[in-house]
């Protein structure tokens, strides 16, 4: 008998189910199923800390107060910690005034060659100077940072709650 949701507190291959699967999934597909906690580690951090460089920009979709969507590409998304994703933030247009008036965000990870889709619900929070600041610009990939040569940019840390396939299956929960 499957377990509930509430039932799964560690990490577990989807494979690995009481049930037999359906299909066998390669190694860099495996779906990973966490409730109760985020851990993006291993083969996820990997493929979101790469993003660009693999030429899968991240977007993040945001809202402003009266809930007017944008997205917007960030070629600098990287995993921050286990539970935290961030970007650096050099157009400090839109998309940072929405997170401003609103913190709940969505970031889309789209790899189309490996067919691996990921969406991440979390709160976003801006760090204007200080060393998250630092050290976000100091992970950040150089064709971004050179696109803001003065480093005038600014470091978003978005807390991830949830984590989800394209197709609607929740991988992570808080």
């Not at 494979?15 to 999934?25: G, I, L, Q, V, Y």
């Not at 083969?43 to 899968?56: P, S």
Request: aromatic content about 6%; overall charge neutral; hydrophobic content about 35%.
């Amino acid at each position: 008998m499957p377990r509930s949701r509430k039932q799964h507190s560690t990490l577990e291959s989807w494979e690995s189910r009481t049930r037999p699967a359906r299909h066998s999934r390669p190694e860099s597909t495996r779906l990973w199923r966490v409730f109760n906690m985020i851990d993006m580690s291993g083969q996820m951090k990997e493929l979101v800390d790469t993003n660009h460089a693999d030429g899968w920009t991240c977007t993040v979709g945001s809202a402003d107060k009266d809930g007017q969507p944008q997205v917007s590409l960030k070629g600098s998304m990287m995993v921050f910690d286990s539970e935290t994703l961030a970007y650096w933030e050099r157009a400090k247009q839109t998309a940072l005034e929405n997170v401003a008036a609103n913190p709940k965000v969505m970031v889309f990870y789209n790899n189309m060659s490996d067919r691996i889709r990921w969406r991440f619900w979390g709160t976003a929070e801006v760090h204007e100077s200080g060393p998250i600041r630092d050290e976000v610009m100091s992970r950040t990939v150089e064709a971004e940072l050179e696109r803001d040569p003065d480093r005038l940019g600014v470091a978003v840390l978005v807390k991830v709650n949830k984590i989800a396939e394209l197709a609607g299956t929740v991988l992570q929960e808080r």
